[in-house]
T-cell receptor, first 110, second 109 residues
Framework: QKEVEQDPGPLSVPEGAIVSLNCTYS??????FMWYRQYSRKGPELLMY??SSGNKEDGRFTAQVDKSSKYISLFIRDSQPSDSATYLC??????????WGAGTKLIIKP | DGGITQSPKYLFRKEGQNVTLSCEQN?????MYWYRQDPGQGLRLIYY???????QKGDIAEGYSVSREKKESFPLTVTSAQKNPTAFYLC????????FGDGTRLSIL
C-alpha cells in the first residue's frame, strides 16, 4: 500500500462546476500538506500549503485537512478551462522529504 | 525574476553515454532536490541536498550522481548504469514548500 493514495482520473467536469480532489494517507505523523498544479510539460506550481488540520481558502481554492480520517481535499469553485491540469498532493512529517500522490488529471469542459 | 532554471528542456542520450542535467536557482534556498516523474507514478526522489557540499540519496539514486559545489547549482548526471533513463526530470528548491523548475525531458536515441 502506498503512503499516499490519489485517484489518477481523469476527472471531467463542465465549466463552472465545483471540483473536489482528494488524497488519503496512512502515516499519522504527516503534519504539512500541499497541493500543486502541473500543466503538461511544466513543473508543478504550489497552490495551497497547510499545517495540521483545518481549512484554508485562497480565491477559488479551498484546502481541507482531516487528520482524524487521514484525508485531504482541494476544492475549486467556478472551475475554468484554464484549471485543466494534473493536481498533485504532497505531505511531510517535518523532515526534508515530501511524500507525493500520483496526481489527478482534471479536465474542465467549456 | 527569482526562480529555478533547468536546462536543456529536451535531451537525448546515446547508449553508454553519461548526460548531465543543469539546475540553477537564484532564490537563495539551501535545500535542493531532484525528482523523476514517470506517467502515472507521481514524483520519485533521486537525490537531495540540504547544504553546499552535502547531499543524500533518495529512493531511486541508483544510476544517478550529483554534486553541490555552489548554493545556486545542483547538477544531475544520468550515468550509463541507469538502464531506463527515459523520464521527465524535475529540480526543486526549498524545504517546505518546494518550488520547481520546468523540467528536462530525457529520451534514449
Amino acid at each position: 500500500q502506498k503512503e499516499v493514495e490519489q485517484d489518477p482520473g481523469p476527472l471531467s467536469v463542465p465549466e463552472g462546476a465545483i471540483v473536489s480532489l482528494n488524497c488519503t494517507y496512512s502515516n499519522s505523523a504527516f503534519q504539512y500538506f500541499m497541493w500543486y498544479r502541473q500543466y503538461s510539460r511544466k513543473g508543478p506550481e504550489l497552490l495551497m500549503y497547510t499545517y495540521s488540520s483545518g481549512n484554508k481558502e485562497d480565491g477559488r481554492f479551498t484546502a481541507q485537512v482531516d487528520k482524524s480520517s487521514k484525508y485531504i481535499s482541494l476544492f475549486i469553485r467556478d472551475s475554468q478551462p484554464s484549471d485543466s491540469a494534473t493536481y498533485l498532493c504532497a505531505m511531510s512529517e517535518g523532515n526534508y522529504q515530501l511524500i507525493w500522490g500520483a496526481g489527478t488529471k482534471l479536465i474542465i469542459k467549456p | 525574476d527569482g526562480g529555478i532554471t533547468q536546462s536543456p528542456k529536451y535531451l537525448f542520450r546515446k547508449e553508454g553515454q553519461n548526460v548531465t542535467l543543469s539546475c540553477e536557482q537564484n532564490l537563495n534556498h539551501d535545500a535542493m532536490y531532484w525528482y523523476r516523474q514517470d506517467p502515472g507514478q507521481g514524483l520519485r526522489l533521486i537525490y537531495y541536498s540540504q547544504i553546499v557540499n552535502d547531499f543524500q540519496k533518495g529512493d531511486i539514486a541508483e544510476g544517478y550522481s550529483v554534486s553541490r559545489e555552489k548554493k545556486e547549482s545542483f547538477p544531475l548526471t544520468v550515468t550509463s548504469a541507469q538502464k531506463n533513463p527515459t523520464a521527465f526530470y524535475l529540480c526543486a528548491s526549498n524545504f517546505r514548500p518546494q518550488h520547481f523548475g520546468d523540467g528536462t525531458r530525457l529520451s534514449i536515441l
